[in-house]
Every structure is written in structure tokens, then in C-alpha cells.
């Protein structure tokens, strides 16, 4: 992720076009079409990558998580936030801070 884009969960994110996903027994294998390189998702990176697929904004996704699972508002958000920067380092993902209202 470049460093001039901080990550928040008022930032846009986009799926990148070099990818292809596919769920796998309750998690998500994406290939990384340029590299070939595969990654795995587990069932709550799982979720969050079907919710940006599904073109919900990290707010939206931070709601669903909280509603879904027992976990602190602030964990939540550094578990998104270190999960999009993770995907966005491998080009899976885009941010986008410009369009932030």
C-alpha cells in the first residue's frame, strides 16, 4: 500500500480487475491474475471480501462484523484496516481517499 494513501474506514475500496475469488469450505482463495500468486482468506477476511465484492463501503462492512461477531468496536476496525492495507499491498484491492465525502 503506498504510504500517502492512509487506510480508514472512510476510504474507498475497490476490487481489483487482475483477480479471480472463489469460496472454498467456508473460506475464499484469490488468484492474483498478473503474479499468479494465490492467498487465502479465513471465514472473517471471508466475509469482508464478499461485502467488497458486494460494494458495500468499510462502515457498512464494520456494522455486519459487529453484528456478527463478538469482538470490540476498536478491534474490529484495526482487523478491517489491517486486512484492506494487506490487500491492497498485494494489488487485490484499491483505495481510493479522493472520493471520501
Do not use: F, H, P, R
Not at 13 to 39: D, F, K, N
Not at 50 to 56: A, N, P, R, V
Not at 76 to 95: M, P, S
Amino acid at each position: 500500500m503506498n504510504n500517502n494513501k492512509k487506510l480508514t474506514l472512510k476510504s474507498t475500496i475497490t476490487v481489483s480487475e487482475s483477480q479471480a475469488s472463489s469460496e472454498l469450505l467456508g473460506e475464499t482463495v484469490i488468484l492474483e491474475l498478473q503474479s499468479g500468486v494465490y492467498y487465502g482468506l479465513n471465514e472473517t477476511g471471508s466475509l469482508i471480501w464478499e461485502l467488497l465484492q458486494s460494494g458495500k463501503s468499510l462502515v457498512e462492512i464494520q456494522a455486519i462484523i459487529l453484528a456478527e461477531y463478538d469482538i470490540e468496536q476498536e478491534a474490529c476496525t484495526q482487523y478491517i484496516i489491517k486486512l484492506i492495507g494487506k490487500l491492497a499491498a498485494k494489488g487485490l484491492v484499491e483505495v481510493d481517499n479522493e472520493a471520501m465525502v
